[in-house]
């Protein structure tokens, strides 16, 4: 895992539909880890925000893809998507209940880039529409695992203890990713 390239949740299918969608979150394991994480934290702020912190995700994932169906260019989105696991996976860890809004806008602005990556794959595919469907199912899926991780985890201390594990080896991904970055970065924008 550790050994992996970046930008590996990515299809190369001409005829994807719904089922690629759905496959497509969890082909990635940034995408995957970013969105268990997401459920995670939601279930730990409590109330309502179990369910709209996950809603403004996938917003913004809509976003996102439609940015990249209409040709729009977000620099760095990978990167984006590799600080997303750090950052939430460091959330996780450390049991950080982010202030609602700081909450809210970190979980669109890393949802656009998610989105991003997702719909950067609609311009080649035959069905988009049941692409697009299929990874809305495929995040509300793994939205929902997060939550129930993050419920369980208040009523047993052990699981909760695990769940911060969890988030410290996400972190570690994470940076993992990150680091990979870099170098580009440093290419890139001399």
Do not use: Q
């Amino acid at each position: 895992m550790l050994a992996s390239t970046p930008a590996h949740a990515h299809i190369r299918m001409m005829d994807a539909g719904f089922f690629e969608g759905l496959m497509h979150p969890v082909a990635g394991i940034d995408h995957l880890m970013a969105m268990l994480s997401v459920g995670i934290i939601s279930a730990r702020l409590g109330g309502k925000y179990v369910w709209s912190i996950p809603a403004c995700f996938m917003l913004a994932m809509i976003c996102g893809a439609g940015f990249a169906a209409i040709g729009v260019r977000l620099i760095l989105s990978e990167f984006a998507i590799a600080l997303s696991v750090f950052i939430l996976g460091i959330a996780i860890f450390t049991s950080y209940k982010p202030a609602i809004i700081i909450g809210v806008i970190g979980t669109c602005f890393f949802g656009i880039f998610h989105g991003y990556a997702h719909g950067s794959e609609l311009p080649r595919l035959t069905n988009p529409g049941l692409f697009v469907s299929g990874f809305l199912v495929g995040t509300a899926a793994i939205h929902l695992v997060g939550v129930l991780l993050g419920k369980l985890a208040e009523r047993k201390v052990t699981m909760k203890e695990y769940l911060n594990y969890a988030g410290a080896a996400f972190a570690g991904i994470g940076g993992y990713l990150v680091t990979e970055y870099i170098p580009l970065l440093m290419l890139t924008y001399r």
